[in-house]
């Protein structure tokens, strides 16, 4: 299975932004710095809404 890139939304401050669906970083919002998608051994655990899968 390969993995996509996805396009979320922070729940906080609303910025929009594309990562990586299987990250295996932390990844943070770029504007308020909140949490928005923690590595979990394989795919990712995402706590934002997810808007949009990116071919």
Known sequence: MESKFIKIRCPK??????????????????VCGKTLVEPSGGKSRVKARILEVLE
Request: aromatic share 6%.
């Open 13 to 30: 401050c609303k910025n929009e932004q594309i990562t990586f669906g299987k990250s295996a970083s932390t990844v943070k919002c770029l």
